[in-house]
Each structure stands twice: as structure tokens, then as C-alpha cells.
């Protein structure tokens, strides 16, 4: 094993850390990766929660299943004009007629939104499907050092690009 392999191990391993402690219940967990185009990875890990039992509320920072999704990225990145470093997240959409992406600095388990911990935030482009999902599905697009983070829920499709330095 490479020494960076051994690295990403153990930057894994301790990434995950406080998101499994903080995942409990019984809602289904997933994760969607991007894999950069020099072997580094962008993950998120959220709940996939039903549409019929999952409301949010226009304005207001969006937790599916009562936990936040968890961003654990392997690069810097950028989301808008904001850098993010290497490491842990939590990651807030935020609904309305233009929905809005928080990434948040504050990964404590159970802890409260804290706005004054916010790191990155950047519109969304929104759009209405024609075919509501039933479920929350999240998914990344890769080109380049882009990932574009994909959000599903109802009848609304938003994206938000992350960018790898």
C-alpha cells in the first residue's frame, strides 16, 4: 500500500467518523462520490427521505430526515466565490423560488443550524420536473475539476457546482 493510499485511508476513516455517529434512526442513508480526474474524491452522504413524509419550508436551511447532508471532500474546492479546504461539512439546502446551498463548518451531531458557521453559500439553478421523485435523490456530474452537486426532491431539480484547485 502507497503511502497515499495509506493517507486517504486514514482521511476517510476519520471523515466518516462523526457522520456515523451522528446517522442514527431509520432512514435509509446514501452517498453519491465524485472522482476527480487526479484520483481525488468528493463525497455526500445524506438521507433519503420519502416525499411524503419529508416537508421543508421556503427559507429556511433543510435537513432531510432531521439530519444534515455531510460533504467530505479529498481537494479544496470552491462553491461560488467561497474556498472550502479539505475535510469535513454539513450542507444545507435551502428551498424557494431560487433555492440556495449552505455548506457549513459545524459537524457536531445533533447540533442546531448555526448561520455564523456557514462557509460557502451559492444559488442553486432550479428547475420543476416532469416527473416528481418520490424520494430525496442526490447525485454528482463530473467534468474536469467540476463537480456539480444534483438535488431531487418532488417536483424540483437544483444544481450547484463545486470546482477542485
Known amino acids: 500500500m502507497s503511502a497515499t493510499q495509506v493517507w486517504r485511508a486514514v482521511l476517510i476513516s476519520l471523515l466518516l467518523s462523526p457522520w456515523a455517529v451522528a446517522q442514527s434512526g431509520s432512514t435509509p442513508n446514501s452517498t453519491t462520490t465524485c472522482n476527480l480526474d487526479d484520483g481525488r ?16 419550508s421556503n427559507g ?11 460533504l467530505f471532500t479529498e481537494a479544496q474546492l470552491t462553491l461560488g466565490s467561497s474556498m472550502i479546504p479539505i475535510g469535513a461539512y454539513t450542507v444545507y439546502p435551502i428551498p424557494g423560488k431560487n433555492w440556495t446551498l449552505v455548506v457549513n463548518k459545524n459537524v457536531t451531531p445533533g447540533a442546531a443550524y448555526d448561520e455564523k458557521q456557514d462557509i460557502a453559500r451559492a444559488q442553486m439553478e432550479t428547475a420543476q420536473v416532469t416527473q ?9 456530474a463530473h467534468v474536469g ?11 424540483f431539480a437544483s444544481f450547484a457546482d463545486f470546482t477542485a484547485k
Not at 474524491?41 to 421543508?56: D, I, L
Request: hydrophobic share 35%; glycine share 6%.
Open 145 to 155: 475539476a467540476r463537480c456539480t452537486l444534483r438535488v431531487y426532491i418532488g417536483k
Open 60 to 70: 429556511k436551511p433543510w435537513a432531510p430526515g432531521g439530519t444534515p447532508m455531510t
Open 132 to 140: 416528481p421523485s418520490d424520494t430525496l435523490e442526490v447525485a454528482f
Open 41 to 56: 474524491q468528493v463525497y455526500v452522504r445524506y438521507n433519503a427521505v420519502s416525499t411524503k413524509n419529508e416537508r421543508f
